[in-house]
T-cell receptor, first 113, second 116 residues
Framework: SQQGEEDPQALSIQEGENATMNCSYK?????LQWYRQNSGRGLVHLIL?????REKHSGRLRVTLDTSKKSSSLLITASRAADTASYFC?????????????FGTGTKLQVIP | DADVTQTPRNRITKTGKRIMLECSQT?????MYWYRQDPGLGLRLIYY???????NKGEISDGYSVSRQAQAKFSLSLESAIPNQTALYFC???????????????FGQGTRLTVV
């Protein structure tokens, strides 16, 4: 599988429900980041979690990182229609800077009002 | 105003034409990147630059060239556009990790390029 691969590819939920997206990666990382992309727009950084962190919160976002399983999850609680977007994980390796980041193919989230 | 500005936002061009996509940033960052996004493939790095005199090829540089005219400006050129270069192109910046302690990136709004 691809470095920074998200699962599921698409997710459709009702407004108010929680949305969980997963990301798996292969190599050792310095940090893992989640980005959001509204249709046809640029990516917006949501949250960064370092390899020595296990969980991080930002508003309605909760990110976990399990380096032993090389996986991360993004939880959006109490989803809103405005959360409809694609979500990407990006892994920054230990061996270099951002130029070596790998983006996943994304999870397309649809929140139905 | 946006921190990272790309022009044009949309462009249709003919096969064989030369085209330049421009990017400017007000973040004061040294590091700038050009990516392309294709459906189902995520973002792939075309070129990156760590300062005005430093240009590096990324994963998919063939058919592309870049110019770093100033710290704030980084342009991408397609010397002779071909249809499989039809994609969404993004410019991004990031701070120096040693200085900022983080490597999050800031993206422009994208340029949708269609080569016919």
């Amino acid at each position: 599988s691809q470095q920074g691969e998200e699962d599921p590819q698409a997710l459709s939920i009702q407004e108010g429900e929680n949305a969980t997206m997963n990301c798996s990666y292969k190599t050792s990382i310095n940090n893992l980041q989640w980005y959001r992309q509204n249709s046809g727009r640029g990516l917006v950084h949501l949250i960064l979690i370092r390899s020595n962190e296990r969980e991080k919160h930002s508003g309605r976002l909760r990110v976990t990182l399990d380096t032993s399983k090389k996986s991360s999850s993004l939880l959006i609680t109490a989803s809103r229609a405005a959360d409809t977007a694609s979500y990407f994980c990006a892994t920054v390796p230990n061996s270099g800077g951002y130029q070596k980041v790998t983006f996943g193919t994304g999870t397309k989230l649809q929140v139905i009002p | 105003d946006a921190d990272v500005t790309q022009t044009p936002r949309n462009r249709i061009t003919k096969t064989g034409k030369r085209i330049m996509l421009e990017c400017s940033q007000t973040k004061g960052h040294d590091r700038m990147y050009w990516y392309r996004q294709d459906p189902g493939l995520g973002l792939r790095l075309i070129y990156y630059s760590f300062d005005v005199k430093d240009i590096n090829k990324g994963e998919i540089s063939d058919g592309y060239s870049v110019s770093r005219q100033a710290q704030a400006k980084f342009s991408l050129s397609l010397e002779s556009a071909i249809p499989n270069q039809t994609a969404l192109y993004f410019c991004a910046t990031s701070g120096n990790r040693d200085r900022d302690g983080s490597t999050e990136a800031f993206f422009g709004q994208g340029t949708r390029l269609t080569v016919v």
